[in-house]
């Protein structure tokens, strides 16, 4: 398998530390608001990611934090907690934010058929672990104590900027606006490991430490649940391009100085949906969340049907026009698999060459559209009975989740779509002998009845509407 790895900045045959087993660790969400569509998009392809893993034959065990402490407004160790933002904009305690922004995200992965990881930790469980770690990187001279936060000395990291591809010279104070001069810091790019009460004093998730009560800095949290739930050696490693500097690039200079040896072998990055403004952000005073797009009418599959059009490392724009053409084309393809009648027995042959192809597309830097092709090529191949056809896409969606086979609001049963067929053949033949009255009668009856044609290049298709 072919897999693009950010650290070596190019496809590297995949390996793992054990056989056939990956241990794979993806950056949860900060749960101080809904996630955003963009946010989810890295989520469906760290889903693909795990699945695909399963269906080509390795064991995962897969780890994501939750966090619910430490994470500031800025990736540096500038501005507010983010916890405490969202607190205060509602009214609410940083525990109420986090316990209902943690279910809101656990529904919009269900929703998304997006599989839980089988290891979830929320930071604030940890604390013990993120303790121990940094007593030890302050004894092998790592990170130091000053004016009442740990920091963590980046000029004693080995290939600091290897991730990021950075240059040290850019990241010199005064030559970007993000580095902020800070007189405790040793380095400008020092970060913190540990909070005391000296940054916020009205913080509400604060623990004991040996530095004084405090709280984590949000890197070390995801170190700290990597090491504690799947040991010291890592396969993977993803999140969204964003965590590549300074997130990903301080956690890999914490894990290696406090185990003594590399860490993680493969880091994926998805990269970003943004809306039509160049940034997820509130547009036209929507924030395009996932609550969002049902309240318009539509199934979370269709979004996720979108990303799986593009690769994962093509930046993607959000527009609904493009979200419409994905509910057509899926709509169209989930009618014409529920068309298949189960019939004959299953070709093992043909079975096992389609099953190739699509793992030959995972494995090729999971390219998801190609995937999808496969399911395509099955369709249109008229020498393949529908009983095969049928159990390869049952064991396709296995990986790509779309609820391929299964009855959804927008899918319909097999008299109504013939149904629906015989009434568009008769509109075309209606239009051929320019008997436009009948061709438009046709049309309104069956938009009367919640059916609505859409034409297209390639002929008329359709779309159930809402009941
Ligand atoms: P956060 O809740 O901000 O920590 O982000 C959760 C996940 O979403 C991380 O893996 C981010 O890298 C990712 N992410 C943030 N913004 C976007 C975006 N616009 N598109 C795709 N992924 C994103
Ligand atoms: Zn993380």
Redesign the pocket.
């Known amino acids: 398998m072919k897999l693009y790895n950010t650290l070596t900045k190019k496809e590297e045959e995949f390996f793992t530390n054990e056989k056939l087993k990956v241990k794979m660790y993806?950056?949860?969400?900060?749960v101080y608001h809904y996630?955003?569509i963009?946010?989810l998009?890295?989520?469906i392809f760290e889903d693909i990611l795990e699945k695909g893993l399963e269906y080509i034959g390795y064991e995962v065990i897969r780890a994501m934090n939750i966090?619910d402490v430490g994470?500031l407004t800025s990736d540096a160790d500038s501005g507010e907690d983010k916890m405490t933002k969202g607190a205060k904009r509602e009214n609410k305690t940083v525990y109420e934010i986090a316990e209902f922004y943690t279910n809101a995200f656990f529904q919009d992965m269900a929703s998304l058929n997006i599989r839980k990881p089988k290891i979830i930790e929320k930071a604030s469980n940890n604390i013990k672990t993120y303790i121990k770690m940094i007593e030890k990187l302050i004894e092998l001279d790592y990170a130091y104590f000053s004016h009442g936060n740990v920091y963590f000395d980046i000029s004693k990291a080995k290939n600091y900027y290897q991730l990021s591809g950075k240059n040290p010279d850019d990241l010199k104070v005064g030559v970007r606006d993000t580095v902020e001069k800070d007189d405790f810091k040793r380095n400008p790019y020092d970060f913190v490991l540990w909070f005391t009460v000296s940054k916020f004093e009205n913080q509400d998730m604060k623990w004991d430490s040996p530095w004084g009560v405090g709280y984590p800095g949000w890197h070390i949290e995801c170190s700290g649940i990597s090491y504690e739930k799947l040991g010291e050696y890592l396969d993977i490693h993803?999140?969204?391009?964003?965590?590549i500097f300074p997130h990903h690039t301080n956690e890999i200079a914490q894990s290696e100085a406090f185990l003594g040896h590399k860490w993680c072998n493969f880091w994926c990055h998805?990269?970003?949906?943004?809306d039509e403004t160049g940034?997820?952000s509130k547009s036209n005073g929507e924030f395009l969340t996932i609550e969002l797009l049902k309240k318009k009418g539509y199934n979370p599959l269709d979004y996720r049907f979108f990303c799986l059009n593009s690769h994962y490392r093509n930046s993607l724009v959000f527009s609904y026009e493009s979200l419409d053409i994905a509910r057509n084309t899926l709509t169209k393809l989930k009618n014409k698999i529920h068309s298949l009648t189960d019939d004959g027995e299953i070709d093992n042959n043909k079975f096992l060459i389609y099953k190739k192809k699509f793992c030959e597309a995972f494995e090729n830097d999971i390219n998801t559209s190609s995937m999808i092709t496969v399911l395509y090529d099955i369709l249109k191949d008229n020498n393949l009975n529908n009983k095969t056809k049928l159990s390869l896409i049952n064991d396709f969606d296995k990986v790509l989740s779309l609820d391929l086979t299964k009855e959804t609001k927008n899918e319909i049963s097999k008299e109504l779509y013939d149904k629906i067929n015989n009434s568009i053949k008769e509109r075309d033949s209606a239009k051929k002998d320019r008997n436009f009255e009948l061709a438009d009668k046709i049309r309104d009856d069956l938009l009367s009845e919640g059916i609505k044609l859409i034409d297209t290049r390639d002929g008329t298709t359709f779309e159930i509407l809402n009941k």
């Open positions: 993806t950056c949860g969400p900060t996630a955003h963009g946010n998009r890295s989520y966090t994470h993803c999140g969204g391009v964003d965590n998805g990269a970003h949906l943004n940034k997820m």
